[in-house]
C-alpha cells in the first residue's frame, strides 16, 4: 500500500521539549520500583506471603501490558499527544491513589492494578511524540532519551524508597514516590505542549513496498519479544544472584548490596539507552543491535557461572550486562516508528508490546524452575542460559534486518 503523510497548515514549529520530557519520563516512574523496594517491609507488615507478594507485582506487570496495547490503538485514533495528556493525568492520580490506600494485599492489589495501568498508558505515546518530533537524523537518540529517563526514574524509585525507610516505614516510601510522580505528570504536558501528532492517510491500492515494511516490522517484533524476555529475566533475578554472591563472600551489608544492585542494573540501562541510540542515528540500526544483542546473549551465557568472582569485577560484567540488555531497547522502538507508515504505528507499537511484556512475563519463571529443577553447583549458570535464548533471538532477527 503507500501512504502519504497530511501536510499540515501553517502555524508555530512543532516540537517536544526533549530534556524536560525526559525529567518527565524519570519523575514519572519513580513509583515504578517502590514495591519490589518495600517488599522486605511489606511482607512482614501485611503478613504475604511470597506467593501473594508476586500476586501483587503481576498484578501491574498485567495490566501494564494490557494498558500498552489497548492506548496504541487510541493513539492510532485520537493521537498520542491527546493521549499522553490524559494518560499522565491518570499516573498522577493513581500513584495518589496507591500511596493513600496500600495498606494491605487486597488494597495493593487492587492499587499496583492501577497504577500499571497509568504507567502503561503513557509509554507508547511518548515514544511516538519522541520520534516524530526529531529530526529524521535523530529519531533514535530521541527515543533512547525517553528510555534513558525512565532508567534514571527506577534507580530514583528505589533510592528514594531506601531512603524513606531508613527514617520512617513504607508509608513515607509510597508518599514521596508518589508526590514526584505527580511532578513528572505536570512536567510531561508542559513537555508536549507544543509537539505535534504524525497523521497519515492510507491509500487503498496495493503496492510493492507493502510486504518489505511487513517483513521489517516482524524482524523487529520478533528481535523485541527475545530481548524482553532476557531483559525481564535479568532484571527478575539478578538482584537474587548478586545477593547470594556477594553475602556469601561477606563483603557488603544488604543495604549495601540493594544500593549496588540498582547501580549496575540501572544506571547502566540509562548510559545503554541514549548511547545506543545515538550510535544507530550515526552507524544504522542493524550494526547496534547485532552488537548489543550478541553482547547480552553472551553475558546470559557466562555470569551464572561466576558468582564466586571478585566483587569489583562480578559488579562489572553485570554492569556490562545491564548496560547491553537494554541498550537494544531504543533502537528497536526506533526502528519500528520508521519501518512502519504512520497510520498503523500506534497498532504495531501495541501489538509489539503486549507480546514482549508477555514473553517478559514467562521468563523469570522458567528461570525459576530451572533453577529447582537442577543441582545447586550447576543452577545459576544453566537458569541464566534459559535468558540467552532471548538474546539469541534478537541477535538472529538483528542480522536478518535490511539495514
Not at 1 to 13: K, N, Q, S, V
Not at 54 to 72: I, K
Not at 146 to 155: D, H, R, T
Not at 178 to 192: P, R
Request: hydrophobic letters at 55%; one cysteine or more.
Amino acid at each position: 500500500m503507500t501512504y502519504e503523510l497530511e501536510r499540515f497548515p501553517p502555524g508555530p514549529p512543532s516540537s517536544v521539549n526533549m530534556p524536560m520530557l525526559v525529567l518527565a519520563r524519570a519523575c514519572t516512574t519513580a513509583v515504578f520500583m517502590t514495591y519490589p523496594a518495600c517488599l522486605g517491609w511489606l511482607m512482614d507488615a501485611w503478613q504475604m506471603t511470597a506467593t501473594r507478594a508476586g500476586l501483587v507485582q503481576g498484578a501491574f506487570t498485567a495490566s501494564f501490558a494490557a494498558s500498552l496495547l489497548v492506548v496504541s490503538f487510541l493513539c492510532d485514533r485520537f493521537g498520542a499527544k491527546s493521549v499522553f495528556a490524559w494518560a499522565a493525568i491518570s499516573c498522577a492520580a493513581s500513584a495518589l491513589f496507591f500511596a493513600a490506600v496500600a495498606r494491605s494485599f487486597e488494597s495493593a492489589l487492587v492499587c499496583m492494578a492501577l497504577l500499571g495501568l497509568a504507567q502503561g498508558a503513557t509509554y507508547t505515546p511518548a515514544i511516538m511524540l519522541a520520534s516524530t518530533n526529531a529530526p529524521p537524523n535523530r529519531r533514535a537518540s530521541a527515543v533512547g532519551w525517553i528510555l534513558a529517563g525512565m532508567s534514571a526514574g527506577y534507580v530514583m524509585s528505589i533510592l528514594i524508597a531506601n531512603a524513606m525507610l531508613a527514617v520512617a516505614d513504607y508509608r513515607l516510601s509510597f508518599a514521596v514516590t508518589a508526590g514526584v510522580a505527580v511532578v513528572g505528570s505536570a512536567l510531561s504536558i508542559a513537555a508536549t505542549h507544543n509537539a505535534r501528532d504524525q497523521v497519515a492517510q492510507m491509500d487503498l491500492i496495493k503496492t510493492s513496498y507493502d510486504r518489505p515494511w511487513k517483513r521489517q516490522a516482524r524482524l523487529l517484533t520478533l528481535g523485541y519479544i527475545g530481548h524482553t524476555w532476557e531483559l525481564f529475566g535479568a532484571w527478575a533475578w539478578i538482584p537474587a544472584f548478586l545477593t547470594a554472591s556477594l553475602l556469601s563472600q561477606g563483603r557488603m551489608t544488604g543495604i549495601e548490596v540493594g544500593v549496588w544492585t540498582a547501580v549496575t542494573l540501572h544506571v547502566s540501562g540509562f548510559f545503554g539507552s541514549f548511547l545506543s541510540g545515538y550510535a544507530a542515528d550515526h552507524f544504522g540500526a542493524k550494526p547496534v543491535l547485532v552488537t548489543f544483542s550478541l553482547v547480552g546473549a553472551a553475558c546470559s551465557l557466562v555470569v551464572g557461572w561466576l558468582s564466586e568472582l571478585n566483587v569489583a569485577l562480578l559488579l562489572a560484567l553485570v554492569w556490562i550486562y545491564g548496560f547491553a540488555i537494554i541498550g537494544d531497547s531504543s533502537v528497536l522502538s526506533s526502528a519500528l516508528t520508521e519501518a512502519v507508515p504512520a497510520s498503523q504505528l500506534g497498532r504495531a507499537l501495541g501489538l509489539r508490546s503486549i507480546l514482549g511484556v508477555g514473553a517478559g512475563s514467562v521468563s523469570p519463571i522458567a528461570f525459576g524452575m530451572t533453577l529447582d529443577m537442577t543441582p545447586a553447583s550447576v543452577s545459576w549458570g544453566l537458569a541464566f542460559c534459559t535468558l540467552a535464548v532471548g538474546g539469541a533471538l534478537a541477535f538472529t532477527c538483528a542480522i536478518a534486518l535490511r539495514k
